[in-house]
């Protein structure tokens, strides 16, 4: 598996925890889908430097 392999598996990942549809999820407000914006974005400029 290479790296891209395995950050795209992990941002699938955090996409699905980032969903309210579970009765313990509710309260947590935007900070699931604001953590996934900000892995978003890092490996997005991760990507435009080549890095990965």
Known sequence: MTLST?????LILLLVGALPTWP???NWGYAPSGLLGTVLIVIVILLLL???
Request: hydrophobic share 65%.
């Open 50 to 52: 080549g890095m990965i």
């Open 24 to 26: 313990h999820s509710r």
């Open 6 to 10: 395995i950050l795209l598996i992990i």
